[in-house]
């Protein structure tokens, strides 16, 4: 089954960083789009940094400048580079890959979650 696996969160201090992985069980390039996403308790999981088919990025406006989405592809691994983090980045951090279906359909990942704490 495809499976999408995270790794790097932990604790951080302020201003700190931290880089997120995630690997598909396949070829991240045939992907419609593969990015990271964020969801603390009571609130909805929010985009933070995806790319989409043609290679564009798009970060949350919050993130800009600070996170750096990236990928290698002969590892089959992408990463989220966070730097200058803030508490307010504490979160559950997701990996999610969109890629087609049958006729309009597309099929929707998610990776099992890695926390990223930013505490004093």
């Known amino acids: 089954q495809v499976q999408l696996v995270e790794s790097g969160g932990g604790l951080v201090q302020p201003v700190g960083s931290l880089r997120l992985s995630c690997q598909p069980s396949f070829n991240v390039l045939p992907f419609l789009l593969i990015g990271w996403y964020r969801q603390t308790p009571g609130r909805e999981r929010a985009m933070v940094a995806t790319m989409d088919l043609d290679g564009s990025l798009n970060y949350a406006a919050s993130v800009k400048d600070r996170f750096t989405f990236s990928r290698d592809n002969v590892k089959n691994t992408i990463y989220l580079q966070m730097n200058n983090l803030n508490p307010e980045d504490t979160a559950v951090y997701y990996c999610?890959?969109?890629?087609?279906?049958?006729?309009?359909?597309?099929?929707?990942?998610w990776g099992q979650g890695t926390q990223v704490t930013v505490s004093s």
């Open positions: 999610r890959a969109l890629s087609r279906g049958k006729g309009w359909s597309t099929n929707n990942y």
